[in-house]
Nanobody, 124 residues
Framework: QVQLVESGGGLVQAGGSLRLSCTVS????????MGWFRQAPGKEREFVAV????????DYTNSVKGRFTISRDNAKNTVYLQMNSLKPEDTAVYYC?????????????????WGQGTQVTVSS
């Protein structure tokens, strides 16, 4: 059974930083692309960042470029999202997900397993 468990969310002031983690069990982590998505209250879930299976390719939504960094540690079956210079509009539930696509997919339908989400709240 594949399980994804996110952690690291919390309440932070604008301008602050958080690092999210997502640990995967039940599948060969190093073979899969990993992505982060988020869903703000009243909005649809949206793509945030993705990293390829070896970590050589990444992609970000425009609103987080230069502030967020996605990385992975295949030895620990974990993907990270380092979030700096946080803004109130970054407030959302953040989800990690796995994908069998070998490029850096952005669409939710290209991901097969999802975590339960972790809340990030940025106060102004």
């Amino acid at each position: 059974q594949v399980q994804l468990v996110e952690s690291g969310g919390g309440l932070v002031q604008a301008g602050g930083s958080l690092r999210l983690s997502c640990t995967v069990s039940g599948r060969t982590f190093s073979s899969y692309t990993m992505g982060w998505f988020r869903q703000a209250p009243g909005k649809e879930r949206e793509f945030v960042a993705v990293v390829s299976w070896r970590g050589g390719s990444t992609d970000y939504t425009n609103s987080v470029k230069g502030r967020f960094t996605i990385s992975r540690d295949n030895a620990k079956n974990t993907v990270y999202l380092q979030m700096n210079s946080l803004k109130p509009e970054d407030t959302a539930v953040y989800y990690c997900a796995t994908s069998t696509w070998t490029n850096v997919p952005r669409r939710q339908g290209q991901y097969d397993y999802w975590g339960q989400g972790t809340q990030v709240t940025v106060s102004s």
